[in-house]
């Protein structure tokens, strides 16, 4: 389906609203078409037969209060039409966006390791803004235009066919204009909105990344980066300005010179020959309407750069919104006992570039598992597959005997629950960014969950305690203060499963000795897996599996895996020595 046929399917659901503009808008055409035909009738009934039959001012004072009459009516009505076109625009745009947020739900975490954020929020914010242009102003400028114009049209005919045909010149040639006018614009407009893209990508890696940014001196090499993209748009938004300008007024300005000419040459020969059978208020109204067609040519021709840019606009978003993806279903199923078995899977970010190879793990119920391994050995590509992330390329997953496959991956993730090594918290408060608004968690449960991890000690000296205010990925906390609400963000889910992702990596040895107490407390009744960094923390795991290249070299308990004199040792050993020096 052409993005032409997709943006008329919205309008279509908009109708009622679209309709009733376009009907107020030829009501508000008709009023204004109206004026010159009152004068002619004024100037060949009054006017010019003021010394033969003298002048009878009642009814001329009627034509004048009619004239005025249908300016009022015809401001009235293009103010209605106005509101209910740009009613409808909005709407259609709203629900785009509904659609388009929608989407991105849908889509997996593959789709957004591979496009930057800043790219996709440019889609739905700045096309989305470009598709409600199109609708507010162009659909309403051309459909104006177009009925104003063919409203002209009728009546010169009706008036003296041989005149009208003067105004049919401006047809071929606006579709000449249209057919090189898109020939270039479409071209500059993909690189202007790709450009755009680039920008809004850039700046919230930059704004993200300010503190390492700022650290290594790169300040001055990122203002070259985006100059140089910055440029590039510069350069091509001018070449659109450009081509606009060249032909915009300069085209309806050449139009309306060969207009006129034929207009004056026709009734020049006419009159020169004696065959001059118009009246001078024909003439008028003539004049009146060629004039007219000027203003509504020149919207049209203004508004193609608009119409190319939502175009272009139109096939990003729908790009997006045809991308792979599954509805979001939650399924509500019991919750799970925690059995959880990987059975010789294999995993591959690229093709046939394996991260994962036939990895076999059992997890019973109630138990610990740890991951441990050198970084890019697989500990978090494992999460990510059991979570649903991302699915196995070969092999299984199956919790409770129950391949994870066979469900949405909402319903899979119902009853688990992670703490990242990086916490996200959302603007809110804390105990908004413990309960994520889960009208199921009570605020009995924020604070037993907080209290549950220690989180007290570490909150107590804010002023509003959990309703403290929390912005934008909790910047104003330190990273242990982050962590603890992440980590009770999890408890209030009470999963069955949880999965800790080095969740003590970043935090102080106090916090951590509180965290770890606190894990004790979480693990019972759960499956729990952790990828650890701090060897220290999984001593006691029930099962700890070393991974190298994405295979488990070992597996055991922490002092089986001692006692093998293996690769754990070394690890431990190192790690302990250093904690010595």
Known sequence: ???????????????????????????????????????????????????????????????????????????????????????????????????????????????????????????????????????????????????????????????????????????????????????????????????????????????????????????????????????????????????????????????????????????????????????????????????????????????????????????????LMEYPGEDVELQKTPRYKGHVQFEHVWFAYKEEEYVLKNISIEAFPGETVALVGHTGSGKSSIMNLLFRYYDVNKGTITIDGQNIENFSRQTVRQHMGIVLQDPYLFTGTIASNVSLNDENISREQIIAALNAVGGERVLENLPLGIDEPVVERGSTLSSGQRQLISFARALAFNPAILILDEATSNIDSETEEIIQHAMDVLKKGRTTFIIAHRLSTIKNADKILVLDAGEIVESGSHDELLAIEGRYKQMYKLQSGSKKQ
């Open 1 to 319: 389906m052409s993005v032409s046929k997709k943006l008329w399917h919205y309008a279509l659901q908009f109708k009622k609203e679209m309709s009733i503009g376009l009907l107020l808008l030829l009501v508000a055409v008709a009023a204004d078409l109206s004026g010159p035909l009152i004068v002619k009738y004024i100037l060949d009934h009054y006017v010019t037969n003021i010394s033969g039959q003298g002048l009878q001012v009642k009814p001329l004072y009627w034509m004048l209060g009619l004239y005025f009459t249908m300016a009022v009516v015809y401001g009235f009505f293009r103010y209605g039409q106005n509101y209910m076109l740009m009613l409808g625009a909005n709407r259609i745009v709203q629900k785009i966006r509904k659609d388009v947020y929608a989407q991105i739900q849908r889509l997996s975490i593959n789709y957004f390791d591979r496009l930057p954020a800043g790219k996709v929020v440019s889609r739905i914010t700045n096309d989305t803004e470009a598709i409600r242009e199109l609708f507010v102003s162009v659909v309403a400028q051309f459909a104006m235009s177009f009925v104003t114009l063919l409203g002209i049209f009728i009546i010169m005919f009706a008036l003296d066919w041989r005149m009208g045909l003067f105004t049919l010149i401006i047809i071929p040639i606006l579709i000449i204009w249209m057919i090189v006018y898109r020939k270039y614009a479409v071209k500059y407009n993909h690189v202007v909105r790709s450009k755009l893209s680039e920008l809004n990508g850039m700046l919230n890696e930059s704004i993200n990344g300010m503190t390492i940014i700022q650290a290594y001196g790169q300040e001055k090499k990122m203002k070259n980066e985006f100059d140089t993209i910055n440029d590039e748009h510069y350069k091509f938004n001018t070449k659109i300005l450009l081509l606009d300008s060249l032909t915009s007024h300069n085209l309806v300005g050449v139009i309306r010179m060969l207009i006129f000419i034929a207009f004056i040459w026709y009734f020049s020969s006419q009159e020169i020959s004696g065959n001059l059978v118009v009246s001078v208020g024909v003439l008028y109204a003539f004049v009146d309407y060629i004039t007219r067609t000027m203003n509504p040519i020149m919207q049209i021709v203004d508004q193609f750069s608009r119409l190319e840019r939502a175009n272009v606009a139109a096939a990003r978003v729908f790009e």
